[in-house]
């Protein structure tokens, strides 16, 4: 695979998991019923799964930069707060966790594994705590 093809690849992988976490975190009221992900709503967890693979990671900071380019600020969540509402889909943990993991995410995350760990770890120190 030559250097540019494995740029291209992650640019659309990238952009492709990017709009994954929008499509699926909007509102129940933009999904239609013949949209193909909502009305197959296994293929959440084999989507998770695919994403948590260590071999499927890609560098955070490069989820970062295509987010930013497609975002509009001021409008909808961060994209460690979208993406751990996605994993919390199959991975329940209180949205209050959520919202502090992702606002302490800043320094640290290497790729959405290491977010996802951050999350658990986050939760075990913050049950110790009480």
């Known amino acids: 695979m030559s250097s540019s093809d494995f740029v291209e690849m992650m640019v659309l992988d990238g952009y492709f998991i990017i709009e994954l976490f929008r499509h699926v975190c909007r509102n129940d009221d933009v999904i239609g019923k013949n949209d193909p992900i909502s009305s197959m709503p296994w293929l959440i967890p084999i989507l998770t799964r695919d994403l948590l693979k ?17 975002h509009t600020p ?41 977010l996802f760990h951050l999350s658990f770890f986050y939760t075990v120190l913050t049950f110790v705590k009480v």
């Open 54 to 70: 260590l071999e499927n990671q890609l560098p955070f900071f490069i989820l970062e930069r295509l987010f930013d380019l497609t």
């Open 74 to 114: 001021g409008f909808g969540d961060p994209l460690p707060l979208l993406a751990l509402k996605f994993f919390n889909l199959s991975f329940p943990r209180p949205i209050q966790v959520l919202k502090e993991t992702s606002g302490d995410s800043e320094a640290g995350v290497s790729h959405l594994l290491s």
